[in-house]
């Protein structure tokens, strides 16, 4: 939504200012909660955020009024009211972002990979980059190493009965610990080798 008032700066800078300005608040709250749980975050939400996302409501109704339908403006108005459900959503989970940043971080990949996904061979080909693509973006979700989950995963899927330890939350629980002291002793191996030699 803030984006959209920043394209409308051009037309209706003292309007989107103002927009941008509101948008800010609600930015400020999410600074303080920062360091909170999930709970006190959305109970400082609710009390802080939730007061000025009706004051914003009410300028914006108010506001419309003045400005023309199709003026960037104007398409700024609709676009933030018609998704006001959706916009508000993230004051009744603390869990919940403010904003869809982190999603769109994660789609500027695809983004910039389309040239070089366009001949991925076939339609199957394309169905297997989308899974990987997923279990990739899933892992780094969830804080492992993508390459090391999936050599891991490649390793063990063949005599691994339970699938739902191969996904990367099951993974990280399940097999990650293991991995981990493994990769330990090898290190230690290896420096113990390396003394030897010194």
């Not at 006001?84 to 971080?105: C, F, S, V």
């Not at 892992?139 to 691994?160: H, N, Q, T, W």
């Not at 290896?190 to 010194?198: I, Q, R, Y």
Request: glycine share 6%; proline share 3%.
């Amino acid at each position: 939504m803030r984006r959209k008032y920043i394209e409308a700066e051009t037309t209706d800078s003292d309007l989107a200012k103002e927009a941008v300005r509101r948008i800010g608040e609600l930015y400020r709250i999410e600074r303080d909660a920062k360091d909170l749980g999930a709970e006190e975050t959305r109970a400082l939400r609710v009390r802080e955020a939730g007061p000025r996302l009706l004051n914003l409501r009410d300028w914006l109704a108010v506001t419309r009024t003045q400005v023309l339908d199709k003026s960037p403006m104007g398409k700024a108005i609709d676009y933030t009211l018609s998704n006001w459900a959706a916009l508000q959503r993230y004051l009744e989970d603390g869990r919940l972002p403010i904003d869809n940043n982190a999603a769109e971080r994660s789609l500027r990949q695809v983004a910039v990979g389309r040239k070089n996904w366009l001949f991925l061979g076939n339609e199957n080909g394309c169905r297997t980059a989308a899974v990987i693509y997923s279990l990739i973006a899933t892992a780094k979700e969830v804080g492992i190493d993508p390459r090391l989950y999936l050599r891991d995963v490649l390793l063990r899927i063949a005599r691994e009965s339970d699938v739902k330890t191969l996904t990367p939350g099951g993974w990280k629980e399940r097999w990650a610990p293991v991995v981990e002291l493994h990769r330990a002793s090898i290190v230690e191996r290896l420096m113990g080798m390396a003394t030897e030699e010194a």
